[in-house]
Structures are given as structure tokens and as C-alpha cells.
């Protein structure tokens, strides 16, 4: 079985949230969704979720390419998922371009999806706030 991991924090879900993970599930068997933790996203990233941890996990393990949700509370645990998962292939999308290309030293494919251009939540956020 060959295993995917991709990491996000899929606050305000969208289709490009979706076309990223169905492009993530369709280059392997399993697909594992690391979804950034409230105190991860706050301390680390300085960002404040609209919604909390518990309903965006919720939400992404609604999504029929997902196999598994697991949290993300620090940048170094990526290491320890691939070990502990036994990953084949690490995904992001393409705006963190060779920020991760350490990773194939663990033996796993590190691939950079493109991201759907016309959405991001981001964008949502600033149309919202105007």
C-alpha cells in the first residue's frame, strides 16, 4: 500500500482545499491529512482560525479521499509522521516550493501540487473583511 501525507490547516474548506486532496489521494492508496492544531496556528503560524481544531478535523475527515486526520502541533514532527506512518509520498501545495525537499532524505517522495489559482482562503478572508 503506498501512503500519501500532506499538511494544511483547511480553515474556511473550500474546492481548492478539496482538488488539492483528491490530486494528493489519486498518487497513492492512503491519504493522511495533518491539519494544523489551534495552538500550532496561533504560536507558530500567528494565525487565528475561524473555526476551531476539532470542526475543520471533522470537516476534512468528511471528505471521501481522506483516510485518516491527525494533528499538526509542531514543525518538526513531519520527520516523525513519515517514520511513524511508513510514508511514501509527502505532498504540498505549490506556493512552498523546495521547503520541504529535506524530506527526501527520509526516503519519501516530496511532490508540490499546483494550487487552484482562482481560490485561497486567504482571498476569502480579505472579500469577507471588505
Not at 504560536?43 to 476551531?52: D, E, M, P, R, T
Not at 471521501?64 to 494533528?71: E, G, K, M, Q, T
Not at 511513524?84 to 504540498?92: A, K
Request: glycine share 4%; with cysteine; charged share 30%.
Amino acid at each position: 500500500m503506498k501512503r500519501v501525507i500532506t499538511y494544511g490547516t483547511f480553515d474556511l474548506l473550500h474546492y481548492g482545499h478539496i482538488n488539492l486532496l483528491k490530486r494528493a489521494k489519486q498518487l497513492g492508496d492512503y491519504l493522511i491529512v495533518v491539519v494544523s492544531s489551534d495552538e500550532f496556528n496561533l504560536l507558530q503560524k500567528n494565525k487565528i482560525c475561524y473555526f476551531s481544531y476539532e470542526h475543520r478535523k471533522s470537516l476534512v475527515e468528511s471528505i471521501r479521499y481522506v483516510d485518516l486526520v491527525i494533528p499538526e502541533n509542531s514543525w518538526e514532527q513531519k520527520r516523525s509522521d513519515i517514520k511513524e506512518y511508513h510514508i511514501d509520498t509527502f505532498v504540498m501545495g505549490d506556493d512552498w516550493v523546495g521547503k520541504f525537499d529535506f524530506l527526501k532524505e527520509e526516503g519519501v517522495e516530496v511532490i508540490y501540487l499546483p494550487r487552484t489559482k482562482e481560490i485561497s482562503t486567504s482571498k476569502i478572508k480579505e472579500d469577507l473583511a471588505d
